[in-house]
């Protein structure tokens, strides 16, 4: 069942981690705040933004993309610091958006796999593929 997020939460989060998202990934996450894709037949869990409005809300976004990220950036796991964690595959492989090289305030608009057998990085398609196409807000 999804739970929309409220704007202000999406953008608390970009402000502290300095990068807006991709507008499909954004649109998908104000909408459902969570859920699931299928990506090349591998299903993956979506982390969702921290929500603080309730007691209830925050019990439900407790495994957040910030709280995921931080763990796996300070685990030892080598998982990429130009990254941040969006989803899990339940197998210990993540999905994740990239720091823009071109536009330091945006993440790229692809998306990523670190797997955690070899800590290889994959290409896995782009944002608007997976969510949805919106454009640029």
Avoid at 37 to 53: K, M, Q
Avoid at 55 to 67: D, P, Q
């Amino acid at each position: 069942m999804p739970f929309p997020l409220p704007e202000d939460q999406m953008t608390a989060l970009e402000l502290e981690l300095g990068r807006r998202f991709p507008s499909a990934y954004r649109v998908k996450m104000l909408r459902e705040n969570g859920g699931s894709v299928v990506i090349a037949g591998e299903h993956w869990h979506l982390f969702p933004v921290e929500n603080r409005e309730s007691r209830k809300h925050i019990s439900r976004t407790c495994n957040h993309v910030l709280k995921e990220s931080r763990l796996l950036w300070s685990g030892g796991l080598q998982f990429p610091e130009f990254a941040v964690a969006i989803g899990e595959n339940g197998s210990g492989d993540y999905l994740f958006l990239r720091f823009s090289e071109v536009d330091e305030a945006c993440y790229r608009s692809d998306l990523w796999i670190w797997r955690l057998r070899g800590g290889r990085v994959e290409p896995s398609g782009r944002v608007d593929e997976v969510f949805g196409t919106v454009g640029w807000e």
